[in-house]
């Protein structure tokens, strides 16, 4: 199973503990599969892994916001 894996980041520095993580595919781009995968949280080094069916681009959620997009699998880092 494909797993992508999201840095979060503070903008001024530092690693974001407990931010709640997911990916959203997109219809247009999966029509029989799309949707948010189950969430996950970032440990002290502000890492979440979130493993998913789905490969190509999704948009990375965090704590509920839009974040950034990637073509997953994938390594991202975003920054809040």
Known sequence: MPE???VVQRSGG????????SLGF???????????????YTDHRGEATIHH????RATVYVNGREAVEV??????????
């Not at 997109?26 to 996950?40: F, M, N, Q, Y």
């Not at 069916?53 to 190509?56: C, F, I, Q």
């Not at 073509?71 to 809040?80: E, G, L, N, Q, R």
């Open 53 to 56: 069916s789905n490969t190509g």
């Open 14 to 21: 530092g690693y974001v503990k407990g931010a709640k993580v």
């Open 26 to 40: 997109s219809i247009s781009d999966h029509p029989l599969s799309a949707g948010l995968t189950k969430s996950s």
């Open 4 to 6: 992508t894996i999201v």
């Open 71 to 80: 073509y997953a699998p994938d390594k991202v880092f975003v920054y809040i």
